[in-house]
């Protein structure tokens, strides 16, 4: 997929590092954040075709300090939580048949 690492909690991918850039995750809700905050989204290259992923660099002015990289993160645990909850089936009641 791409050359770098992965920053998980619980199972699910928050956040990724590669070509010295950290990128948070997002989705639909937060993504308009990081679009408006000047991020640039994840994009590769893979077998001839440019790929895209949903997580966004971190805001400049948010890599120095913990208070301003909170929001950021909160947005990026959130995003991760939506995305688990999407992928678990619904549990069938089991006197149903």
């Known amino acids: 997929m791409f050359l770098g690492w992965g920053l998980s909690v619980d199972g699910m991918t928050v956040a990724v590092i ?7 995750k997002a989705d639909s809700e937060s993504a308009p954040y990081f679009v408006a905050a000047g991020c640039r989204i994840f ?3 893979g077998k001839g075709r440019v790929r895209r992923m949903g997580y966004y660099s971190a805001p400049e002015t ?3 300090s913990p208070e301003a990289m909170r929001p950021w993160a909160e947005r990026a645990m959130q995003a991760a939580l939506a995305a688990r909850d999407q992928k678990r089936p619904v549990k069938r009641d089991a006197k149903r048949r």
């Open 62 to 64: 948010s890599l120095e």
């Open 18 to 24: 590669a070509w010295d850039t950290l990128f948070l």
């Open 43 to 45: 994009e590769y290259t």
